[in-house]
């Protein structure tokens, strides 16, 4: 696994007992240059650099039930996408917040 060429996301969610669990949208097949032509969408992010999904997601998934009630914290974009949005909220997140600083 590595980085995305282009920008590393992470999302922690921290949950009522303050466990942690931290994804990111880190690629098996992580390029030095990002494969996307300016304006395209985000297919060759899944297709060329195999990347496991959104940080958000993937915090989302290793979290589980425990994110019910939990915090989310982003960093390395300006806003989580609508769908990362609405997993995390429908999973019982309470809110999502951009964080001012790297997370790790």
Not at 13 to 24: D, L, R, S
Not at 63 to 86: M, P, W, Y
């Amino acid at each position: 696994m590595g980085p995305c060429a282009k920008t590393t996301v992470t999302c922690v969610i921290v949950t009522p007992t303050g466990e942690k669990f931290v994804g990111t949208n880190a690629c098996a097949n992580p390029r030095r240059v990002c494969p996307r032509d300016p304006g395209e969408g985000y297919e060759k992010c899944i297709s060329i650099c195999q990347q496991t999904g959104h940080a958000e997601r993937v915090a989302l998934s290793l979290a589980g039930h425990k994110a019910v009630g939990a915090h989310a914290f982003f960093h390395g974009h300006t806003h989580a996408c609508r769908d990362c949005q609405e997993a995390l909220y429908d999973a019982g997140v309470l809110w999502i917040a951009r964080a001012k600083e790297r997370l790790l």
